[in-house]
């Protein structure tokens, strides 16, 4: 059975901080995604990680995939209010895509 | 840009009743998904679709049902609600290309009474 973990599960750090989200999942895939969702929202689409040792960056967020490790991680760098969400990983087997419980994070000013 | 939209943003049932939840895509995405959302527990599949008639369950299918007879449409069926079942749903469609990645209706929020 797939599991995917995410840790921690809340956060609420400092601005300017630095800090990552870690997500291990149980069996071997090609693909892993992270998607953001915001209070009342629905989930809109971060990264898409392909292959071991794919890292994508868009603004102050970076993922990053070990596949070997079975693992991904998201990281933030300097923080700002505007990245208070709700962060989910997700992981594709044959087309089955399972989410983690997602990492609230809590930003404060 | 994909669209996915829900018929529904919210919905009060009372207990027995069927529920039908109906999702549309605009996009010719093969797969469809339908995922139950609720606090502390992430996201949670409940069946997928990869092609028209066809149908996957997911790792909660129990008391659920769902239709695919059109490629741009997935419904999700509650053949007799229980309020167990009050919950946020949401679809999503993804291709078959490269990246796999799911689009995602704005949900849909069952309340069953």
């Known amino acids: 059975e797939l599991k995917v973990e995410q840790n921690p599960l809340f956060l609420s750090m400092q601005e300017g901080k630095n800090y990552t989200i870690y997500c291990n999942y149980s069996?071997?895939?090609?693909?892993l995604y992270w998607y953001r969702q915001d209070p009342g929202k629905s989930l809109e689409s971060l990264f898409v990680?392909?292959?071991?040792?794919a890292v994508k960056q868009e603004g102050r967020l970076m993922a990053s995939l070990d596949t070997k490790a079975r693992l991904s991680t998201l990281h933030i760098t300097a923080a700002v209010h505007d990245l208070s969400a709700t962060y989910f990983c997700?992981?594709?087997?044959?087309?089955?895509?399972?989410f983690g419980k997602g990492t609230r994070l809590h930003i404060l000013p | 840009d994909v669209k996915v939209t829900q018929s529904s943003r919210y919905l009060v049932k009372r207990t027995g009743e069927k529920v039908f939840l109906e999702c549309v895509q605009d996009m010719d995405h093969e797969n469809m998904f339908w995922y139950r959302q609720d606090p502390g527990l992430g996201l949670r599949l409940i069946y997928f679709s990869y092609d028209v008639k066809m149908k996957e369950k997911g790792d909660i299918p129990e008391g659920y049902s769902v239709s695919r007879e059109k490629k741009e449409r997935f419904s999700l069926i509650l053949e007799s609600a229980s309020t167990n079942q009050t919950s946020m749903y949401l679809c999503?469609?993804?291709?078959?290309?490269?990246?796999?990645?799911?689009?995602f209706g704005e949900g849909s929020r069952l309340t069953v009474l």
């Open positions: 997700a992981v594709d087997i044959d087309d089955k895509i399972i």
């Open positions: 990680l392909l292959s071991n040792g």
């Open positions: 069996t071997t895939s090609d693909r």
């Open positions: 999503a469609s993804s291709s078959l290309g490269l990246t796999g990645e799911l689009f």
